[in-house]
C-alpha cells in the first residue's frame, strides 16, 4: 500500500528565510497531490493542489513541485513569516482501504524565528 | 459564512458509554468525510460519506458508527467497543473527485 513520509522533526529557520517541507510516497505515483496547513487545535486548512503532469504550482510565497520519477513533492515557503509557523500536511489519494480517497501524511512543523 | 461546525469542542466519555460528535456544513458539498488525529500523526479516515443515505467505512471504522440522513449533517457515534477513543476527530467536507476538502476545528475526545 502507499505510504506517505514526511519529516516528523520540525524545521526550525530564520525569517526572511525560505521554507522547504518534504514529501515521499513509496508506491505508485499519484494524480494528484495537495498540500494543507493545521495550526494547533485547529482543522487543516487546504493550501495547493498539484497535479501529475504539473511539476510546478505556486500561489503568493508558497510553491510546491512534484516529481513523479523521484516520488516527492517539495513545499516551498520564500521570505518565511513568523505567522507562517504551523504544521503542513500532504496527502494523496490512494494508499487506504478507501479507494481512492485521501491519505494524509504525518505532517512538519515549521518554527520561523523573528 | 460557508463552513463546517463541530460540536462540541472538547468531549468527555464515560467507561461503557457511547457518545455523538455532530458535524454540519452548509457549503452544499456532497461528499464528507470523519478522521481521527492522534499526537504527531497523520489524520487517519474513519468513515466518508459521497452522498445521502449512504455511508463507507475507511481505515478505522471498527468502534464507531455514523449516518447521513441530510446533506448538511454527518455525525459520528464512538461506542463502547471503541477502547482507545482519546484523540482529537476531525470532520471535513468536499464537492467530488479531486477537490480540497473543507475542515471543521474539531472535537477532543477524552476519556474520565
Known amino acids: 500500500s502507499q505510504k506517505i513520509e514526511q519529516n516528523s522533526e520540525a524545521l526550525n529557520i530564520q525569517e526572511g528565510k525560505t521554507a522547504t517541507l518534504t514529501c515521499n510516497y513509496t508506491?505508485?505515483?499519484?494524480?494528484?497531490l495537495q498540500w494543507y496547513r493545521q495550526d494547533p487545535g485547529r482543522g487543516p486548512v487546504f493550501l495547493l493542489l498539484i497535479r501529475e503532469n504539473e511539476k510546478e504550482k505556486r500561489k503568493e510565497r508558497l510553491k510546491v513541485t512534484f516529481d513523479t520519477t523521484l516520488k516527492q513533492s517539495l513545499f516551498h515557503i520564500t521570505a518565511s513569516q513568523p505567522a507562517d509557523s504551523a504544521t503542513y500536511l500532504c496527502?494523496?489519494?490512494?494508499?487506504?482501504?478507501?479507494?481512492?480517497?485521501?491519505?494524509f501524511g504525518g505532517g512538519t512543523r515549521l518554527m520561523v524565528k523573528p | 459564512d460557508g463552513g463546517i461546525t463541530q460540536s462540541p469542542k472538547y468531549l468527555f466519555r464515560k467507561e461503557g458509554q457511547n457518545v455523538t460528535l455532530s458535524c454540519e456544513q452548509n457549503l452544499n458539498h456532497d461528499a464528507m468525510y470523519w478522521y481521527r488525529q492522534d499526537p504527531g500523526q497523520g489524520l487517519r479516515l474513519i468513515y466518508y460519506s459521497q452522498i445521502v443515505n449512504d455511508f463507507q467505512k475507511g481505515d478505522i471504522a471498527e468502534g464507531y458508527s455514523v449516518s447521513r440522513e441530510k446533506k448538511e449533517s454527518f455525525p459520528l457515534t464512538v461506542t463502547s467497543a471503541q477502547k482507545n477513543p482519546t484523540a482529537f476527530y476531525l470532520c471535513?467536507?468536499?464537492?467530488?473527485?479531486?477537490?480540497?476538502?473543507?475542515f471543521g476545528d474539531g472535537t477532543r475526545l477524552s476519556i474520565l
Open positions: 471535513a467536507s468536499s464537492t467530488q473527485g479531486t477537490q480540497p476538502q473543507h
Open positions: 508506491n505508485y505515483s499519484p494524480a494528484y
Open positions: 496527502a494523496l489519494p490512494g494508499g487506504g482501504n478507501a479507494g481512492n480517497m485521501l491519505t
